[in-house]
């Protein structure tokens, strides 16, 4: 067994902030008992701001400090997410609330290349998400989660006498992820016990007597001795995220930082389940209206963060936002299996054509609205102005008959009047077009190919019934 | 020590300086534009790759489309045929009578000028286009040069439509065409080429065009009846 600890020291704080590049002065603050400082940013601790501070000497010191009260259901949502993210690495992911997340990795090492290799990706994967992580392993979870806490980037590996490496840690590390109370790490400083290896020499019967038999059960659990059992975390079925902004935002241009990090949320999520998508939406959420949706959609499944974000960017400046923004929120169902690509070794250059020319009619699309982008079909229709539909682009045509007489490649729509001074040259004709009786939009013409007096040949018809008129409907260009 | 300026000139790379009497050489071959009248008058032997080419008319049905049509029919399977802004509806039946691939036309209706514009620069430089065509009835000399620049920077072929009055303005585009009506024919005026300048209109059949039907040549209507 090998198991990765991965904290996030600074979560009740970057549950906030990692939706902006620089969040300024800003304090979380725990509301019970009373109102103190959990954590605040470095800008904000530069200035004097100290953790476990009461929020109004707090404000003495900063007056500008931004204040946000603690969210522990969007801490959890956050450390969820970390969770679906860790499962790139891993089908063994647990959560080990508050603030960390369990990888059981001995499986995938060989994939990854070893321990090392794994804690340097891991880490480095870990930067886009806007979290900051530490990381340890060990052969139990607890060990791992010890390290990550007190020597950050440990990696212990499973060898005879390893347990051996947790004699130096302190013993205040035992409350962290098991129920050992203060009263008794109290008693264990009073009986002079500072590192984890001195627990060792006490015995284990007058341990017990003093209600602190937890203490050397959670020490064999963290050297292994005895089973420590995790459940397995269970990635949600759709993907929602959520991002709050530490202020609110009134134009879109701080979105797309924010957007960007709930795409490499999906991103992961999506290889996770071997899916793509081919919509997805965001959710600008306001404090006073309903939230602003921004539609997503894709010309065909993609799991491509990058992509993504290069979409909801071309919708965001075309936006205009109706009130400030609060949060973000991503949301989409129905991933499609997408099977993990693989470079093709001849045709590569049609390739990145095909894959250019999707991602040029996604952008356009993005940006001109799906009406603006389309293609034109011709429709079996004896009636010019109905012998045609608009269509989404690479709507393959359904084979048609030879059209009869000559058809002009510019349409006019509709069909003007010829201006009574205009003098044509009828080429040939008439075509005689009689048709649409049963839907009551019946036309009854003749028409021509007419030559103009400046050189161009025109569609142009008699409307016969009623008798009189002449229309130009074409150009053939 | 003193070379003749010819030889310093000759000792250059293909492409780079082209002599004015003679026409340039791309490093990459053009487009066959189906007319090999005109092939032979073009640098590169056909539309240039990677170039601004600007067609100029006076009124909309006078053969323009027919004389892009070879290109339209040639253009790579997997790649669009862009057309931005049309002026009118370009009529689906034709095109497929044509033989267009109306599977791999994109048309493209942005709703204002810089939109335009801005569709036109992504068309090109995505490389995700074999061909655009755009219309552009008052296009700046500043808008055409980044134009220009886009596709100089692309392998796509940029067809821009402008008035025939544009033909009087300085532009960027690496070939200028005039396009004018003749007895049964197209007049190609070719107002800037990489080359030397042609001293009389190029006369290309259009073959795909309607033809007076025998018979029925000849009568006149004079608007209403």
Redesign the interface.
Known sequence: MLWFALILPDLPLQVFTRGVEDAGLLAVVEPQPRATIVIATAAARVRGVELRQGVAGALAVVPELALRERDPALEAATLAELATWAGRFTPCVSLDPPDAVLLEASASLRLFGGIDALAQRIADAALPLGLTTTLAAAPTPLAARWFARARPGTLVRPSDGWARALDALPIELLADGAPVPPATLELLRGVGVRRIGELARLPRDGLARRDASVVTDTVARARGHDPDPRPRFVPAERFASRLVLPASVTHTEPLRFAAGRLFSNLAAWLALRQAGLDCCRLHLEHDCAPATVVEIITGRPQRDAARFVQLACEHLAALTLPAPVEALRLTADAPVALPACTPDLFGGE?D???E??????D??RA??GID????????ADHR?ER????AA?????AP?P??LG????????PPR?????????????PERIESGWWDGDDVHRDYY??H?A?????WVFERLDPP???YVH???? | MSTSPLATLAGLPPGLVWPADRLARPAEAGVPTGFAALDAQLPGGGWPRGALIELLIDAFGIGELALLLPALRAAAPERWIAWIAPPHLPYAPALAAAGVRLDRLLLLTPSDPATILWTIRQAVASGGCSVVVAWLPNAQSAALRRLQLAAEASATSLFVVRPGGAAQQASPASLRLRLQPAQDALALEIVKRRGPPLAWPLRLPLPERPAAFPGRADRRCSGLR
């Open positions: 049609n990145a054509a095909r250019a020319a999707i991602r040029l009619l952008r356009l940006r001109l603006a982008v389309h293609t034109v079909l011709p429709v010019p012998a045609w539909r608009p682009p690479g709507t393959r045509p048609h030879a059209t000559p058809r002009p490649l510019w349409l006019m729509q009047p010829l201006g009574a001074a205009r003098t044509l040259t009828l080429l040939s004709g190919v007419a103009t400046e050189g161009a040949l025109w009189g008129g002449w074409g150009f053939f260009g």
